[in-house]
């Protein structure tokens, strides 16, 4: 998927951390950051309206997903591998579970 590995290309030109292209846990850690503040920002919604998205919210949300899209990018760059091809093998790895009726469940290699 060529968009993914533009954005992941884009990304990585703003990259500033230590050790940048040896340092898995820089943008791992950041990305469980993130995504905890889009937790954060999904609790709110619940907790102070009522469970309802209001314009406000949703672009909050769209800062803290794209904050947690950036770490994904330098997750996949520190491991070597490109957004566009982790995004076809997960694409790949859910429709051969849709064809084999096995969406919902548990595990890994189901």
Request: hydrophobic content about 35%; some cysteine; overall charge negative.
């Amino acid at each position: 998927m060529k968009d993914f590995d533009v954005y992941q290309e884009l990304a990585m030109s703003t990259a500033v951390y230590p050790q940048r292209g040896n340092n898995l846990a820089y943008p791992a850690l950041g990305l469980n950051g993130e995504a905890g503040e889009v937790a954060e920002k999904v609790k709110k919604i619940l907790r102070d309206k009522g469970g309802l998205l209001d314009e406000e919210t949703r672009l909050a949300l769209k800062k803290e997903l794209g904050d947690v899209l950036w770490y994904v990018a330098a997750m996949c760059t520190e491991a070597g591998l490109s957004m566009g091809e982790v995004a076809e093998h997960n694409i790949s790895k859910l429709r051969d579970r849709q064809n084999r009726s096995v969406l919902h469940g548990s595990g890994d290699e189901r």
